[in-house]
């Protein structure tokens, strides 16, 4: 079978190098047959990559040895959805995967783009088949998965330990998605580039395609949080670790362009800055894959260090001067079809909007890399760690999030008084009475005063909104209650998709805050003995260790250590960490032992308990209790976020005809809303 | 004023206010990363160095490591190969902190003038983690 996956990714470099070479040739511009043939190029590297990928996975699940990939990541009792998600466990896997999902998202949008855009697609999918074939010549000359041993181990090494955990079998694949289907806008913003069609429908294409990966890499971010916090066993769920920072860097991008993009459909402004977003928030993807394959930056979820790095090392600079060389060539074409009118107007909003993203995502990048710039430079590595992202982010994160409750209620061109005061009047009102109600409460942190308060107005914009328009179907066209709100999300799904993605924002802002009231203690207990702890909410835990217990589990040894739980007296149950030691089949341990954290979740605080080991073979054991408040908005906000962004992208949603038309019927809400 | 420029009013004042706080961020929370060697010749350049906290990247002495359990303390040597540096720690390590061979930790914490670093963080990193051929 590796032969034929070799053969595969050969086939597959041979026909999309060549259908690339044709496209940006441009000879097909007045040749039908040769469109085709760019055209059906990529729908046969497609099939020749799907090809490759079945025969890794037939190689995996046959328990095929003899193949290095296969004997580094899975084992004989490793268990069958684990041996799904070791295609992606590994470098090179996960470089067969990228490609395989490109070529067949490359495929999908050839496929669905509609007769208006045609003309662009050969361009598209020269961009595309350039990308595909830079992942299949790192592969087939620096890390090919067919690789064979030189023997046959009688078993493989198995997965590691850590990524044995359902969040870890979707939330790589989700990240990938996310950052590989950010190639595709990218593709289609050069091929506009390229063609001279500065008109403003190719950008519909573009920001279809840019939902979709937003949603996916939202997810990706997500389920990666909750693998650190269920995982990692130290208690949070965010380190501003390099690899982090670098799925965050993309999706801020992608968000700014999301948001200015409204404004070049709406007002023509801003054509050069969208398509330089869409060109950064590419670059910044494969950025991310460099610096999680490269191992120039430290981090502890980084790949082990291999030439792969200097691979896209090279193909980030050649990209990246390319696609602003031609940004640049074009740079008369896409003048401004208007000028900013007024400071108070949703245009400046979305602009300092834009700003602040830009700026999170710089100083992101910037805290990301100093070590190499600072060793660059001064001769001496100095490292940024959470302190750094805390102070520059938490000030700026909080501005972002007044203006995700200014911008969509506040006027296009010149908001009047009479504007202002119509809608923000309740929602200032009531993240005003917010503040005011946790200052009473006996509150002082500054910062986490104001991210509530914000949360609070931004949800007193979206309440209104809903209201409003509830309001307005109900007298217009006699609904119900729940039949109204029905109608308005599914007929203006951009907008109001757009507002549940803000609530889900403002949750997370709101859970962050609980990071700030998190409590900690180290304790050595012999069994019977117990410690206590003081939640921030007032009450007491009585923590009492039960003893550790050994046992067989499928493919590990389990040394698991139990504690009863009381909160102010009442039993909460017994909660169980344990340390495993993987073993492959032969009872042999494989990898260092590893942590199963006890987590016990509430809306209000999770308590954390990590095992960390006996005194000396003994029951007496090592622990570390946590106490997490808010944890669990992250996730759910998480959920609600990317519903939102679901919604948002749902088809027949309305395409920019259906968007004008929403906002012409939004203006006669208002109407209807004033004769109140 | 034109709006225009009293946009880039506001421009200039939001990407003002983000290079301040990036770069009093870094000058108030930077540390310094160093190797054993490069700390050894720190110190002894300028003895102060000592109340400076700093991260230490090294590995391991494989089979230095002793753990009390009952304080919950970790004592172990790092090497770059060049210089040896003995390291007191008092907390969990973490998982993939072991002495069977050759693993590359960092140590944040300040090098006390008696010779001992004295750690407030170990991180270590298995140089096998996501990538290992298995030994036959």
Redesign the interface.
Known sequence: MTLLGQFALWVALLIGSFGAILSFSGRWQDRPDLERVVIRSVYAVAAAMLVASISLWKGLFAHDFNI?YV??YTSRNLPTYYIVSAFW???KGSLLFWAVVLSCFASVAQLLTSRRYADLLPYVAGVTSTVVVFFISVMLFSANPFQRLG?T?ED??GL?PQLQNVGMVMHPPMLYLGYISITIPFAFAVAALLRRQMGSGWIVAIRKWTLVSWVFLSIGIVLGMWWAYVEL?WGGYWAWDPVENASLLPWLTMTAFLHSVMIQEKRGMLKRWNVALIIATFLLSIFGTFITRSGVI?S?H???Q?NVGYFFLAFLLTAGILSFTLLYTRWPSLEPEA?????LSRE?AF??NN??LV?IA??VL??TL??IL?EAVRG??????P??FN??NV??GLFLLALTGIGPLIAWRKASARNLQRQFTFPVGFGLLVAAGLLIDGMRDFYVILAIALGAFVLGTVLQEFFRGVRARRRMHGESVPAALFNLIARNRRRYGGYVVHVGILMMFVAFTGMAFRVDK?A?LKPGESVTMKSPYGGTYKLTHLGVSQYNALNRVVSAAAVQVELDGKPMGVMKSEKRQHVDSFGRPTF????EVAIQSGLREDLYI?Y?????GTE?A?Y?FTINPLVWWVWYGGIVLVLGGILTMWPGGGGIAETRRTQAGYEATLIGAEAV | MKPGHKFLFGAVLIVGSVSLLMFQGVKETGVYFLTPTELASKTSADPTFHNVGVKMGARVVPGSVHRDAATQTVDFQVTDGAKVYPVTYRGIVPDTFTDASDIEVVVEGRLGTDGVFHATDVLAKCGSRYEAVPKA
């Open positions: 290095e004997a580094a466990a590994g470098q023997f181990p493989g090494r590691n066993g430290a502890v980084s790949f082990t291999s000028k900013l009118e007024s400071m400046a602009l300092f700003l602040a700026g710089f100083s910037w805290g100093f070590p600072s001496t590595k100095i490292t940024v760690g302190p750094f102070r520059v000030p700026l180290e050595t260092e032992p590893s942590t990590v960390a080991g006996s005194v000396d007496e090592v570390r």
